[in-house]
């Protein structure tokens, strides 16, 4: 099951909606999103759900910000364009090495 958000603020409230907060295994993150943007999205994601794995994916990639992510702790980073079977083999992956209660 997905649960979409068209930018971070309403990922943000998605996230913590209904029973979101305890079904949520992985998140997916744009980083140039409108309102608020990925960076400021992840730094939340971190701070109230510091074990759910981040993916990033982004159409304009900066090597130096992926590794300032890897050190927060994001666990993929993607740069579109993205083979959907690529996308679905990294949030398995994620939910499988990361997720809290899965491995």
Known sequence: EVVEAENGAKGMQALLSGDNPSTVTVIVCDIHMPEVNGSDAIAYFRSHFPALPIVIITGHPDYRFAAQMFRQGVVDYLVKPIQPHIL???????VSRYAPGTG
């Open 88 to 94: 679905l083999d990294v949030v398995r992956q994620a």
